[in-house]
């Protein structure tokens, strides 16, 4: 196989592994790689760098950095740049028809479900805040659309009971990085065929948001522990207690016989946990921070501050008057 001249759009550590599958292939010729501007991070707020631009600082790869690349300017860089093909992994923005005609064999993106479920910005973390066993990872053909192009292939993995969302992205994301170095050559030399999605089948799922981590305990212990770690590490689950925010990163559901309401603690100790009353069921608490504390287990937490048998967390009806 001949060497093509490749760009590289990716921006957050899930396009990490497929940028070095590329960089290590050897068969490339990366031109460039397309990254979103550095951003406030920190209680400092310093400008700081993306994952994938610090890699491919890193390995000596030209970065392109754009606030919106469907501008003249960014067009522009990218038809200078000549690219026989482009490759995006969660890099952010959405390409434009102009964009998407420059490489010669199109734009394939490594996206983070199995089509045609799960378009959007946050695939993994919905496959877990819905319950689900199973997700996944594609090689798509980028169009206008969103998520909507033809697939190449994809891969599957079970999701462990436990798992959170950011435990699954590292996953999925290495699976996504071998799926592509599988692929591209392939398709490149024109020995796959594109495989249409379903429409009638699809789902999307919009963006996370802080307001989704707040807690109904109404809802059942199964649904409850899919949210927490389904927006573990972001945008964190959480419930009030004593006035303050107490995050929940770690949960599983049990079966519970107390008649206690929803949101009570019915049980508080080093050696046996925590544990919510739920709509149904109760919630063992496993992993928290409790309001000015540090992220721990919760059985050490409650070796130092005990939280007493009883306790109402949530929202009372005098606080959401």
Same mark, same amino acid.
């Given at each position: 196989?001949?060497?093509?001249?490749?760009?590289?759009?990716?921006?957050?550590?899930?396009?990490?592994?497929?940028?070095?599958?590329?960089?290590?292939?050897?068969?490339? %010729?990366?031109?460039?790689?397309?990254?979103?501007?550095?951003?406030?991070?920190?209680?400092?707020?310093?400008?700081?760098?993306?994952?994938?631009? $610090?890699?491919?600082?890193?390995?000596?790869?030209?970065?392109?950095?754009?606030?919106?690349?469907?501008?003249?300017?960014?067009?522009?860089?990218?038809?200078?740049l000549a690219p026989?093909?482009?490759?995006?992994?969660?890099?952010?923005?959405? $390409?434009?028809?102009?964009?998407? %005609?420059?490489?010669?064999?199109?734009?394939?993106?490594?996206?983070?479900?199995?089509?045609?479920?799960?378009?959007?910005?946050?695939?993994?973390?919905?496959?877990?805040?819905?319950?689900?066993?199973?997700?996944?990872?594609?090689?798509?053909?980028?169009?206008?659309?969103?998520?909507?192009?033809?697939?190449?292939?994809?891969?599957?993995? @079970?999701?462990?009971?436990?798992?959170?969302?950011?435990?699954?992205?590292?996953?999925?994301?290495?699976?996504?990085?071998?799926?592509?170095?599988?692929?591209?050559?392939?398709?490149?030399?024109?020995?796959?065929?594109?495989?249409?999605?379903?429409?009638?089948?699809?789902?999307?799922?919009?963006?996370?948001d802080k307001t !989704?981590?707040?807690?109904?305990?109404?809802?059942?212990?199964?649904?409850?522990?899919?949210?927490?770690?389904?927006?573990?590490?972001?945008?964190?689950?959480?419930?009030?207690?004593?006035?303050?925010?107490?995050?929940?990163?770690?949960?599983?559901?049990?079966?519970?016989?107390?008649?206690?309401?929803?949101?009570?603690?019915?049980?508080?100790?080093?050696?046996?946990?925590?544990?919510?009353?739920?709509?149904?069921?109760?919630?063992?608490?496993?992993? @928290?921070?409790?309001?000015?504390?540090?992220? !721990?287990?919760?059985?050490?937490?409650?070796?130092?501050?005990?939280?007493?048998?009883?306790?109402i967390l949530g929202?009372?009806?005098?606080?959401?008057?």
């Amino acid at each position: 196989m001949k060497n093509y001249r490749l760009v590289f759009m990716g921006t957050p550590e899930f396009a990490v592994p497929s940028l070095k599958a590329l960089t290590d292939d050897g068969r490339y %010729d990366i031109v460039g790689v397309v990254t979103q501007p550095d951003r406030p991070a920190g209680r400092g707020k310093k400008l700081t760098a993306c994952p994938v631009k $610090l890699f491919a600082q890193a390995r000596g790869l030209p970065v392109y950095q754009f606030e919106r690349l469907r501008k003249p300017e960014g067009v522009a860089q990218l038809k200078a740049l000549a690219p026989d093909v482009v490759i995006t992994a969660a890099f952010g923005q959405i $390409l434009t028809q102009e964009l998407l %005609d420059i490489p010669r064999y199109g734009t394939l993106n490594v996206h983070a479900s199995l089509l045609p479920r799960h378009r959007g910005s946050a695939p993994i973390n919905w496959c877990i805040l819905m319950g689900e066993q199973e997700a996944g990872v594609t090689i798509m053909r980028t169009d206008v659309g969103l998520d909507t192009g033809d697939m190449l292939r994809s891969a599957a993995t @079970l999701i462990g009971e436990l798992e959170t969302a950011g435990e699954l992205i590292d996953r999925i994301s290495v699976l996504g990085a071998g799926l592509l170095a599988e692929t591209l050559p392939d398709y490149l030399e024109g020995k796959i065929d594109l495989i249409p999605q379903d429409n009638d089948a699809a789902t999307y799922e919009p963006m996370l948001d802080k307001t !989704m981590g707040e807690i109904d305990w109404n809802r059942p212990a199964s649904e409850i522990a899919c949210k927490v770690r389904g927006l573990n590490p972001w945008p964190c689950a959480y419930t009030d207690m004593d006035g303050g925010r107490l995050k929940l990163y770690l949960a599983r559901a049990v079966e519970c016989d107390s008649s206690a309401a929803p949101g009570t603690v019915v049980a508080s100790s080093p050696k046996k946990g925590l544990f919510v009353r739920c709509g149904e069921g109760a919630l063992e608490v496993l992993e @928290l921070q409790a309001p000015g504390g540090k992220r !721990m287990a919760a059985k050490a937490y409650l070796m130092g501050k005990g939280i007493a048998v009883g306790t109402i967390l949530g929202r009372t009806t005098t606080d959401e008057a």
